[in-house]
């Protein structure tokens, strides 16, 4: 069983930066891959990026390419969303989820967190 525990949403101006952290616990994550979602009101949820546990490669939707980048601590089982020059448009609860494999583009993963809200305001 995984856990993934979400943390680091709240409110921030247009322009400005967050950083999310999507904590993991429960078992080894050498085998798995982390991916960050979101999901607007009325919307549905989105794939924003990921990346494997072990690998270097990071993967990103084109909508956040050169604003959003991800990075893992391992020794804290740590993954992070680091989101910069933030729009309204970002405004959405965001999720972290986990799959054995590689990373996928489709809410086709094992395991989600509860989710963290982000709101940017205009």
């Known amino acids: 069983q995984v856990q993934l525990v979400e943390s680091g949403g709240g409110l921030v101006q247009a322009g400005g930066s967050l950083r999310l952290s999507c904590a993991a616990s429960?078992?080894?994550?050498?085998?798995?891959?982390l991916g960050w979602f979101r999901q607007a009101p009325g919307k549905k949820r989105e794939f924003v990026g990921g990346?494997?546990?072990?690998?270097?490669?990071?993967y990103y939707a084109d909508f956040v390419k050169g604003r959003f980048t991800i990075s893992r601590d391992n020794a804290e089982k740590t993954v992070y969303l680091q989101m910069n020059s933030l729009k309204p448009d970002d405004t959405a609860v965001y999720y972290c989820a986990a799959r054995l494999g590689v990373v996928a583009d489709t809410n086709d993963y094992d395991y989600w967190g509860r989710g963290t809200q982000v709101t940017v305001s205009s």
């Open positions: 990346m494997t546990w072990n690998g270097p490669t990071t």
């Open positions: 429960g078992r080894t994550f050498s085998s798995y891959a």
